[in-house]
Nanobody, 122 residues
Framework: VQLQASGGGLVQPGGSLRLSCATS????????IGWFRQAPGKEREGVSC????????YYASSVKGRFTISRDNVENTVYLQMNSLKPEDTASYYC????????????????WGQGTQVTVSS
């Protein structure tokens, strides 16, 4: 099982980024993919999740309406489109897979990709 997150970078407030989570080695349809973020000195927090078994999506209240999670069926890749970025969105972003009962609980995910840094600053 492999997950590879990419797409981070430096962006000005109000800007956009699209993160990608490329997956391999497991059946995506049986799992959920979650995006988490962790800022220095803070706990890892759930940002969004897509349950690929039935297509349900979930968002943290802090990103709802600004971020959109989606899947590319052909490429086995999950995206996180981030719009209207704010300085408080600055963090390392990680994707993970599992079969969580509570989508925002990091302990419910079995495999993690490496982080990709998102910095929102003018």
């Amino acid at each position: 099982v492999q997950l590879q997150a990419s797409g981070g970078g430096l962006v000005q407030p109000g800007g956009s980024l699209r993160l990608s989570c490329a997956t391999s080695g497991f059946n995506l349809d049986d799992h959920a993919i979650g995006w988490f973020r962790q800022a220095p000195g803070k706990e890892r927090e759930g940002v969004s999740c897509i349950n690929l078994a039935h297509g349900s999506t979930y968002y943290a209240s802090s990103v709802k309406g600004r971020f959109t999670i989606s899947r590319d069926n052909v490429e086995n890749t999950v995206y996180l489109q981030m719009n209207s970025l704010k300085p408080e969105d600055t963090a390392s972003y990680y994707c993970a897979t599992g079969t969580p009962l509570v989508w925002a609980d990091p302990s419910e995910y079995d495999y993690w990709g490496q982080g990709t840094q998102v910095t929102v600053s003018s």
